[in-house]
């Protein structure tokens, strides 16, 4: 049994073409790909309520289909009673099956259900072909029952890719259905 995400068949036959296409690539190895998706949840409030955290891990694993990681905060600043080594957050970094399973489900599913939405900002762009934005409820993913939320909280998803530039980036992001703002097609 083969098993191949939708949104990775549609890469190869629509993608890569149109790609080719539009930069007038001589290689299909040109072609910019996604290698991976990063998502970041920061739970400063995990200081001072450590159940947070631990739900936090529970909800990112429902979301990505994925075990999180907790990141531990890099020194100490007084200001915020935080102190070196304290579990500060989580990420989880989705490659393969996995990543094109979560962005067609961000793309189709979550991504609608955001309140007011007018699109995707095209400001996110790092100048290496990276892409990110922010999301600010955790509530727009289905998997998540609304009852069990102890806290909302946002998260930053990235987008990592093997693009040089970033208009490369934003026409192999829009390729795969990603809603920006602006969009003409």
Do not use: H, W
């Amino acid at each position: 049994m083969d098993y191949t995400p939708s949104l990775q068949k549609k890469y190869y036959e629509e993608v890569v073409p149109a790609l080719s296409k539009q930069f007038e690539y001589k290689n299909s190895m040109e072609v910019p790909k996604l290698l991976k998706i990063a998502i970041n949840q920061g739970m400063g409030d995990a200081i001072i309520d450590k159940k947070l955290l631990d739900k936090s891990v529970e909800e990112m694993a429902l979301i990505t289909g994925q075990k999180p990681v907790v990141t531990k905060s890099k020194k100490d600043i007084s200001n915020f009673k935080l102190r070196k080594g304290m579990p500060i957050g989580v990420r989880v970094t989705l490659r393969g099956e996995k990543m094109f399973e979560f962005l067609e489900r961000l793309i189709s599913v979550s991504i609608p259900r955001i309140r007011d939405f007018q699109g995707i900002s095209d400001k996110g762009f790092d100048g290496r072909g990276n892409y990110t934005f922010g999301i600010t409820e955790q509530i727009i993913f289905p998997e998540l029952v609304l009852d069990k939320i102890l806290k909302i909280n946002g998260m930053n998803i990235t987008f990592v890719t093997t693009a040089k530039t970033d208009k490369e980036c934003l026409e192999l992001l829009k390729e795969f259905g990603l809603p920006f703002k602006n969009q003409k097609k």
